[in-house]
């Protein structure tokens, strides 16, 4: 009865170091998320720049401002599944 009481000890840490790991992956997404969106937000600022040019071309401005409200599309989505990993980290899990 002892051994049986513990291997059941043994099991303990191992949940312990799953939650650990699951905390660690999910700080990993957040920065692979911040990383997507600093990407988004450089190629924006690559076609603002472009957009100030003198020499734009009227179909240039409108494919420019098409890609760049996809960007900010792609950021708003991006940004928008920081908060709920981040609300999930403080429910149960360690600290963010």
Do not use: C
């Amino acid at each position: 009865m002892l051994g049986k009481l513990r291997l059941d000890f043994v099991n303990g840490p191992g949940l312990r170091w799953r939650m650990s790991e699951d905390t660690e992956t999910r700080h990993a997404v957040i920065r692979r998320l911040f990383y997507l969106i600093t990407v988004a937000a450089e190629d924006a600022a690559v076609l603002a720049v472009e957009g100030q040019s003198r020499s734009l071309s009227p179909d240039h401005a409108k494919a420019a401002a098409v890609t760049l409200r996809e960007l900010g599309t792609r950021i708003q989505i991006l940004s928008s599944a920081i908060p709920e990993l981040i609300e999930d980290v403080g429910n149960g899990d360690e600290t963010a």
